[in-house]
């Protein structure tokens, strides 16, 4: 079975605090994403990466950062966290594919408040 | 730029009925995918089913159908003789051949009563 993991189920910061998401996944897959899901918002993509310290923005980037030294490990960063980061954080992980029907694995998401 | 879009916000309906999600997207790819998600209360996104573009015949996985009109820009997900498990939100999701990313809607939520 695939597994992605993410290492917190769910946070509480502090406005300004530098957060980090961790994201391991275990089938050695090239393609690693961050969304955040917001009621009435569906599914936003922060970043996407596809190889190793390889990185493309997503459509919500700004305020976040992410780091992949490691092809089975995707971090996610808030430099500073703000009131309105507070969000469920989604961890997913595919084998390229393009248009095939490879789909594509989540997480368990990260539950963070910004107090 | 690709977009989906679920007109949807919330759906009822009564068990052992059938139900319609509907959804609708936006692309210039000649090839792309959809793909439809179910997320229960506890979180989890679980994987549906797929649709390629140039697949001749509608995609069907046990009780989920999905009624795709390429003319129309439509990928509606069908559920069969619906269950009291079916109750959570549903996304549909789109990517295009040139690239990995996965691109949603804004979900449906469905109820299912009894």
């Known amino acids: 079975d695939v597994k992605v993991t993410q290492s917190s189920r769910y946070l509480v910061k502090r406005t300004g605090e530098k957060v980090f998401l961790e994201c391991v996944q275990d089938m050695d897959h090239e393609n ?40 089975e490990r995707f971090s996610l960063i808030l430099e500073s966290a703000s009131t309105n980061q507070t969000s469920m954080y989604l961890c997913a992980s595919s084998t390229r594919g393009g248009a095939g029907g490879n789909t594509i694995y989540f997480g368990e998401g990260s539950w963070l408040t910004v107090v | 730029a690709q977009k989906i879009t679920q007109t949807q916000p919330g759906m009822f309906v009564q068990e052992k009925e059938a139900v319609t999600l509907d959804c609708t997207y936006d692309t210039s790819d000649q090839s792309y995918g959809l ?67 996965l691109i949603f809607g804004t979900g449906t939520r469905l109820q299912v009563f009894p």
Request: proline share 3%.
């Open chain 1, 32 to 71: 690693m994403f961050w969304y955040r899901q917001d009621p009435g918002l569906g599914l936003r993509l922060i970043y996407f990466s596809y190889d190793v310290k390889m990185k493309e923005k997503g459509d919500i980037p700004e305020g976040y950062s992410v780091s992949r030294e490691k092809k």
């Open chain 2, 35 to 101: 793909f439809w998600y179910k997320q229960p209360s506890s979180g989890e996104m679980i994987f549906l089913i797929y649709q390629g573009s140039y697949d001749e015949q509608n995609a069907t996985e046990g009780r989920y159908s999905l009624n795709f009109q390429k003319a129309r820009k439509s990928a509606n997900l069908v559920i069969s003789a619906s269950q009291l498990g079916d109750s959570a939100m549903y996304f549909c999701a789109m990517r295009g051949a040139n690239t990995d990313k």
